[in-house]
Nanobody, 123 residues
Framework: QVHLGESGGGSVQAGGSLRLSCRTS????????MGWFRQAPGKEREGVAV???????SYADSVKGQFTISKDNAKNTLYLQMNSLNPEDTAIYYC?????????????????WGQGTQVTVSS
């Protein structure tokens, strides 16, 4: 059964860091592609970072060099390390998964989603 559960969100001042975690079932972790997406108030959901089964990664231009996606096989957990946060990073962050070799930052490609975790960055 597919299950994703995010944690690690919170409030932080600009310039700070947070690490988001997404715990999954072993079944979910076996998917070909997992990723992080975010949705800011009044905006559409957008891709942040994805990682394939072979650990190939892809990032949105807005977070390159700032965020790092990774996964821990032993813990069936996906991570998103976020550094140098700014108020524009404020959003609900979602973990997602899909069964496909194709691993792109396309919201519509992902069929499995977590409930989201709120990240708020104050100036």
């Amino acid at each position: 059964q597919v299950h994703l559960g995010e944690s690690g969100g919170g409030s932080v001042q600009a310039g700070g860091s947070l690490r988001l975690s997404c715990r999954t079932s072993a079944y979910t972790y076996s998917t070909d592609c997992m990723g992080w997406f975010r949705q800011a108030p009044g905006k559409e959901r957008e891709g942040v970072a994805v990682i394939g089964r072979d650990r190939t990664t892809s990032y949105a231009d807005s977070v390159k060099g700032q965020f790092t996606i990774s996964k821990d096989n032993a813990k069936n957990t996906l991570y998103l390390q976020m550094n140098s946060l700014n108020p524009e990073d404020t959003a609900i962050y979602y973990c997602a998964a899909r069964y496909s070799i194709s691993c792109l930052l396309q919201v519509g490609d992902f069929g499995y989603w977590g409930q989201g975790t709120q990240v708020t960055v104050s100036s």
